[in-house]
């Protein structure tokens, strides 16, 4: 059994991006500017935030916090957006989930211009990866297919099972697997007798919010697991995959904190170099 290590992984994607940054901004003579928006205080949402912003220090991103109340009606916000999409100094948006009961998610993330919806998470770019095109892709789906290509893990050929049906990871994760010439299942809650898909996984990619729940006879020999899960349980973090009884049966895994939720980032920060290319580029 190997370990995938996403924080050394996410470190250097980081490293090269830092370097790619520096050139990129000597050439168009701009910086790379990236809005956050963070509406109310959930907990979760503010550690993410910080690591999001403290990534842009680390690379040479320009960022901008806007950190709004949770009473903020849902029209003011579309405001703020659609202020934040006419700067010419601002390339990416991207809106904290969750948000309060009176915003709804799907407008305000169809309010960020497509070229600066760095999550990935529009319809116009979702369209673009479900039909092969080039596009910004989801964030944590992108950053397990660049584990896979750093560990030289060939999904081709492969049979990948993808539990998890989202549109954050389930469903872009699916796509990019099948892009990569693997054979796609995806399985979900109201899948009959889950395991016998599990079993089949030369690739098993969860992402379903239950902490532990895959175990390991549920794994086949020499299987690789990524596990997308994060879940906060008797006072640790665990993912969806229980590591203890899993590991000793795959050829790959990853951990949960360390694996997938570093690289997360670090495709943010690749994405807003490309949303800013592009825009550059006209």
Do not use: W
Request: aromatic share 4%.
């Amino acid at each position: 059994m190997q370990l995938i290590d996403g924080k050394a992984t996410a470190t250097l994607i980081k490293q090269r991006l830092a370097d790619e940054i520096k050139q990129l901004t000597q050439k168009y003579e701009s910086e790379i500017g990236l809005a956050v928006i963070m509406v109310g205080d959930n907990p979760a949402s503010q550690i993410y935030v910080a690591n999001k912003i403290k990534s842009c220090e680390e690379v040479g991103i320009h960022s901008e916090l806007f950190h709004l109340s949770d009473s903020i009606a849902e029209e003011e916000l579309l405001d703020i957006i659609d202020g934040l999409n006419r700067r010419d100094d601002i390339h990416g948006i991207l809106v904290q989930l969750p948000l309060p009961r009176q915003c709804d998610p799907a407008r305000v993330i169809e309010a960020i211009a497509p070229e600066k919806d760095v999550d990935g998470f529009s319809y116009g770019q979702m369209g673009r990866l479900v039909a092969g095109k080039e596009s910004l892709v989801p964030c944590t789906p992108r950053g397990v297919m660049a584990l896979l290509e750093h560990y030289g893990i060939q999904p081709a050929g492969k049979h990948a099972v993808v539990i998890g049906r989202s549109n954050i990871v389930g469903k872009p994760m699916a796509h990019l697997l099948l892009q990569a010439n693997a054979t796609v299942t995806v399985c979900h809650s109201r899948t009959a007798d889950l395991a016998q898909f599990t079993r089949m996984a030369d690739i098993l990619v969860v992402a379903i919010g239950k902490a532990d729940f895959i175990t390991g006879d549920m794994v086949k020999e020499g299987a690789v697991v990524i596990d997308v899960g994060m879940n906060r349980l008797e006072g640790r973090l665990t993912g969806d995959v229980d590591f203890a009884s899993v590991s000793p049966k795959c050829s790959y895994i990853t951990p949960v904190p360390g694996g997938v939720g570093p690289m997360t980032i670090a495709m943010l920060m690749s994405n807003t170099v490309e949303a800013y290319l592009a825009q550059q580029r006209g």
